[in-house]
């Protein structure tokens, strides 16, 4: 077996180590992330493909604040910043969702990813009023997010593992 290869099997055995000893288990937060990272990639990727993504959303947002079903006091930040701005935000969310995937999907800077999803799914939240605590919903993306951030879930089989060993004060993994 040649150094190459030999390093390689090492790192494998490392990295496979590093993933079962995490004290949230790895399969764990390998179905969250495989679950929800896709999700948020399917959604950047629908507001991408779409041929008005700014006048889409618009509209639903102005839908649903005159359906009366927004959050009371999120109301006004709908309509004094997120309205006059909907273009601004209609690439931030496009951009947020696909890449917040993208890091959920392969482990890659995962802390960050979840805490870009867990801002994200609290304003949808926010948006359509779900309940607190429901059986499905947007608050169910921020509690399973929130398992993913403060369990680092990209050291459980993702790229933080390596990115973690190389950069070990980086908060981002």
Request: glycine share 10%.
């Amino acid at each position: 077996m040649s150094t190459t290869n030999t390093e390689s099997a090492t790192a494998l055995r490392v990295f496979w180590q590093d993933s079962v000893d995490r004290k949230i288990p790895g399969a764990m937060l390998l179905l969250i992330r495989f679950v929800i990272g896709p999700m948020f990639i399917g959604t950047g990727m629908y507001w991408m493909g779409a041929e008005d993504a700014t006048g889409e959303m618009s509209n639903q947002i102005r839908g649903v604040v005159e359906s009366g079903r927004t959050v009371g006091w999120y109301v006004p930040f709908l309509e004094r910043w997120v309205l006059p701005n909907v273009g601004l935000f209609a690439f931030l969310v496009t951009w947020g969702e696909f890449l917040t995937g993208v890091s959920l999907t392969f482990g890659a800077a995962t802390r960050l990813g979840a805490a870009v999803g867990i801002f994200m799914a609290a304003n949808y939240a926010l948006l359509y009023n779900n309940d607190f605590f429901p059986a499905v919903g947007n608050w169910n993306y921020v509690w399973y997010l929130t398992i993913v951030l403060l369990a680092a879930g990209g050291r459980s089989f993702g790229v933080d593992t390596y990115l973690a060993r190389r950069w070990p004060r980086c908060p981002l993994w």
